[in-house]
Nanobody
Framework: QVQLVESGGGLVQPGGSLKLSCAAS????????MGWFRQAPGKEREFVAA??????NTYYADSVGGRFRISRNGATIYLQMNNLNLEDTAVYYC???????????????????WGQGTQVTVSS
């Protein structure tokens, strides 16, 4: 059973940085796609970034491109977030799904396993 555990959230000032971690366990992730999503209060969950476990391809939402970077080291997925702004405040979720090619990388339906989320608050 796939388990995903996020950490690294917290309170940061506008313009600051945070690095989120997602520890993945419970299976062989070759062929999987790993994603980060976020959900702000009163809003729908939205795609942030994704990474193909084996090939290393990365994908980003337009709103975070150039500021966020997704990476992998072993079984841990990272999301480095720089130049944070107030609109980045949300609960951030790590997700995993078999890359079947049916869904595009930004679709929630592409991911079948989710972490519990970690809160990121950007405030002065």
């Amino acid at each position: 059973q796939v388990q995903l555990v996020e950490s690294g959230g917290g309170l940061v000032q506008p313009g600051g940085s945070l690095k989120l971690s997602c520890a993945a366990s419970g299976g062989s992730f070759s062929g999987y796609r790993m994603g980060w999503f976020r959900q702000a209060p009163g809003k729908e969950r939205e795609f942030v970034a994704a990474l193909d476990w084996s090939r290393g391809n990365t994908y980003y939402a337009d709103s975070v491109g150039g500021r966020f970077r997704i990476s992998r080291n072993g079984a841990t997925i990272y999301l480095q977030m720089n130049n944070l702004n107030l609109e980045d405040t949300a609960v951030y979720y790590c997700a995993a799904g078999w890359n079947s090619g049916v869904y595009v990388y930004k679709a929630i339906q592409a991911y079948t396993s989710w972490g519990q989320g970690t809160q990121v608050t950007v405030s002065s």
